[in-house]
């Protein structure tokens, strides 16, 4: 089997790093960070956000909750004042089932 390059994960993301990511303006995230209370990317003395892989999880289920299963702003905040354990349960289940779903499209490219 080919050596494999591991994923190197970033202790912190910059605000253009998770635009790019989400394909999305930086000002989606900037509205979201002050309508979710669970999002709460670190900020230098300039200003500059850092986001740390907790707020990239809890991008994930906003965006989850808000693109794919159509929750309004007020809905979400709602659904993860009271279901905030499940809610990150559940978006492991789907990051472990989209892994393992690339790691399948590989295998099948390969044959």
Do not use: C, H, W
């Given at each position: 089997?080919?050596?494999?390059?591991?994923?190197?994960?970033?202790?912190?993301?910059?605000?253009?790093?998770v635009s790019a990511m989400f394909e999305v303006n930086q000002s989606l995230l900037r509205f979201?960070?002050?309508?979710?209370?669970?999002?709460?990317?670190?900020?230098?003395?300039?200003?500059?956000?850092?986001?740390?892989?907790e707020d990239i999880e809890n991008l994930k289920i906003i965006f989850n909750l808000i693109n794919e299963k159509g929750y309004t702003l007020q809905g979400a905040k709602d659904y993860?004042?009271?279901n905030l354990g499940v809610t990150k349960d559940n978006?492991?289940?789907i990051n472990s089932l989209e892994t393992l779903k690339q790691f399948l499209l590989e295998v099948r490219d390969q044959m």
């Open positions: 089997m080919p050596y494999k390059e591991r994923d190197i994960s970033k202790l912190y993301y910059t605000m253009g790093e979201y960070e002050k309508e979710f209370d669970i999002l709460q990317p670190k900020k230098n003395k300039k200003g500059n956000r850092y986001f740390t892989p993860l004042r009271e978006q492991a289940v």
